[in-house]
């Protein structure tokens, strides 16, 4: 499995490009932890994100237009999907280029796909790069906001270290009491059961 997290380190922006070529959300929410630490900047990380994104992209929609029945006879599951995909793609086609990267489980079919179907190649350009760049945005600014979030809970966390150990263990200790507790009265009851069947 990759390490993205090692490859933002010494790489940066190169490994945000590869990762958004290849994957997606993983190195794009690295890098907005980057981002909240000042090591990234906010609109390089979106615009590198987003070429990234349209390069792959581009990528598959090549693959399917050249090699896309050939490998769907070998695949049947990814032959299932292209179907499934299909039917998106011929009622929505902009809408669908504009969400398929938020389509987990559809996102390297379904720019295929649209090779496969000879989908009108300049319209799919110019919906790819929207697409690209509203995908990489949400990402991003989500992942600011998260890792902001993160921040200022671990701050709190550690201000609060000591009550909160403390709320943890009366917490436990309560839990543990409330459980015992049940467990006497249960046996007792079992007890007094047995006890108040007739004997033959």
């Known amino acids: ?43 390089t990380l979106i615009l590198i994100g987003a070429c990234g994104s349209f390069i792959g992209d581009m990528f598959y929609y090549y693959v399917g237009y050249h090699q896309g029945y050939k490998i769907l006879k070998k695949r049947p599951k990814l032959e299932e999907k292209f179907h499934r995909g299909s039917r998106f793609i011929e009622k929505y086609p902009i809408i669908t280029i504009l969400l398929m990267r938020f389509l987990w489980g559809f996102r390297t079919i379904l720019p295929a796909s649209f090779g496969i179907k000879r989908f009108n190649l300049p319209v799919y350009i110019v919906a790819n790069v929207i697409a690209s760049f509203l995908w990489s945005f949400t990402i991003v600014a989500l992942g600011v906001k998260i890792s902001h979030y993160l921040h200022v809970l671990l701050h709190h966390m550690h201000v609060h270290a000591k009550t909160i150990t403390i709320a943890v263990v009366a917490t436990l200790a309560l839990s543990l009491i409330i459980h015992l507790i049940v467990v006497l009265r249960r046996r007792k009851r079992i007890k007094n059961n047995h006890s108040d069947t007739p004997l033959d």
């Open 1 to 43: 499995m990759i390490d993205w997290a090692q490859l933002l380190e010494h790489y940066g922006y190169l490994a945000v490009a590869i990762g958004t070529f290849f994957e997606g959300e993983t190195i794009l929410l690295l890098g907005s932890y980057a981002v909240h630490h000042k090591i990234l900047d906010f609109w």
